[in-house]
């Protein structure tokens, strides 16, 4: 019988666990993403442009630490290759931070934080962990490539979950290779993981394709993270096409399960949309300039005891009823170029949001909106939908062209009430240096009291071409 409330799966939504069978939660920290023990979330963003030690695109992480105020700039730690007790050198193109992901691996009580830097070593790619402790992310260590022969950007996507049951968070590494690298749990501060096993999507490989990206989550409520792979396929016909490949975990290995095509292969994300205690899978289609045809699309599977729904419960665009703002009559979009999930109003439902970095508002070209979609008993909907721009009343700083508002976007629970916040990343604001704005969820929903905003310089990172806000943990 399932015995899960409405208020337990909202608590675990935001926490950003997937509960274990006979657990609390899949790692002893309290929050996946808690670097410092304090009890609240973090937010970690990156700048994989950022300059360190001289050297160009080296990149850099942010992370400012939650607090019943929320983040702020001065509460922060900068992580950096040069960093000390992290490994490896800063060097130029590494763009360390181009993927990020969390959770507490050599299960001491602390999340740790997994960078990617897909530009290392010519862009072979590498994986690092930093370790949480009480005074936040100090030391690390290298995930080494186990198939460097293989691929090229070890690193480019990464989930963290326990996909094999046996109570470790595990952590997959996606790469332009065909094969999804999962190393088993098990982790500790100077050893690697326990064994490594891996996934093979049949994606299709080279520069530009692989897998896009990755995400945990529980589809069919059974205390094991699932995963999902977004790229590219082979087609009957022999050609490729995007879409979403399903894992279910297991004791041994994650087992495919379903591929999803309707809704494009470019972005997923999961969580529980219509409240009923398994993680739906929401997946994302932006479209650009002369490449793809159409509107931007979110669609969304939902989950279930057996099974994940085969067609979409939703498929919204710009153009779809209650969501603000109108395709291009070019008919090219970037809405869903990023995605995140969390209850922002703490009624028990996941709400989406959804940046558009290249909408043009007013005669700001390329400034870039957020759109938050409701999450509601019959799934995702346009109905309530709300629209927010540099613009909007409340929000610190105006539009302005080409800053691409939107870049990156996170939905998670900054000060503890209960609520997601909503964190949304600009990465060309100020001709290239990014900022960040957080805007607190409320039972009404998002509001602008006590919005934050901060760039580059103002945490300590170089003034020129960061692109702080490029990417957020998820």
């Known amino acids: 019988m399932r015995m899960r409330t409405a208020a337990t799966l909202a608590a675990l939504l935001t926490a950003g666990l997937v509960p274990l069978a006979g657990t609390a939660s899949a790692a002893p920290a309290k929050y996946a993403d808690d670097f410092n023990g304090d009890g609240y979330r973090d937010l970690a963003t990156a700048a994989p442009g950022a300059t360190v030690g001289g050297k160009a695109r080296a990149g850099a992480v942010v992370v400012t630490y939650g607090s019943k105020s929320g983040v702020k700039a001065s509460s922060r730690t900068v992580v950096t290759q040069n960093s000390a007790g992290v490994p490896g050198t800063a060097e130029k193109d590494d763009a360390f931070g181009s993927a990020l992901a969390f959770g507490d691996l050599n299960r001491d009580g602390y999340a740790d934080l997994v960078v990617g830097s897909e530009g290392e070593d010519g862009e072979a790619g590498s994986v690092t962990i930093v370790w ?15 198939a460097r022969s293989s691929h090229t950007r070890f690193g480019m996507s990464l989930a963290v979950g326990d996909f094999s049951a046996d109570g470790r968070a595990d952590l997959a590494v996606g790469s332009t290779g065909a094969d999804i690298q999962i190393f088993r749990g098990g982790f500790t501060k100077t050893h690697g993981a326990a064994s490594r096993t891996w996934v093979v999507p049949s994606m299709k490989t080279g520069s530009g394709y692989g897998s896009r990206s990755l995400a945990a989550g529980d589809i069919n409520g059974d205390g094991v993270a699932d995963l999902v792979v977004s790229g590219a396929i082979r087609a009957g016909n022999g050609e490729y096409i995007e879409a979403n490949l399903v894992y279910l975990g297991g004791a041994s290995r994650p087992r495919a399960l379903r591929t999803l095509v309707s809704g494009g292969g470019d972005l997923a994300v999961l969580g529980d949309v219509n409240g009923d205690g398994y993680d739906d899978v929401v997946t994302s289609y932006p479209t650009f300039y002369g490449s793809k045809a159409g509107p931007g699309t979110v669609s969304v599977y939902l989950g279930s005891a057996h099974d994940i729904s085969p067609t979409p419960q939703a498929a919204l665009t710009q153009d779809s009823p209650g969501v603000p703002g109108t395709t291009r009559a070019s008919g090219t979009s970037s809405f869903g170029d990023s995605l995140s999930v969390g209850d922002v109003d703490g ?35 346009g109905a309530g939908s709300t629209r927010w721009t540099q613009n909007t009343p409340g929000v610190p700083d105006l539009d302005e062209d080409n800053e691409f508002f939107g870049s990156a976007v996170r939905l998670a629970d900054l000060n503890g009430d209960g609520k997601a916040d909503l964190a949304v990343g600009a990465r060309y604001e100020n001709g290239g240096q990014g900022a960040v704005w957080s805007l607190r969820g409320s039972s009404t929903g998002l509001t602008t009291t006590g919005a934050v905003s901060f760039g580059a310089t103002s945490v300590g990172l170089p003034g020129s071409w960061s692109q702080l806000g490029m990417v ?3």
Request: charged share 15%.
């Open 347 to 381: 009624d028990g439902y996941a709400d989406v949001a959804v940046g558009t970095p290249y909408e043009t508002v007013g005669s700001a070209w390329q400034t870039g909106t957020v759109t938050v979609l409701r999450g509601s008993a019959a799934g995702l909907t």
């Open 132 to 146: 949480g402790s009480k005074k936040g992310l100090t030391g690390g260590r290298i995930v080494a490539d186990p």
């Open 472 to 474: 957020f943990g998820q």
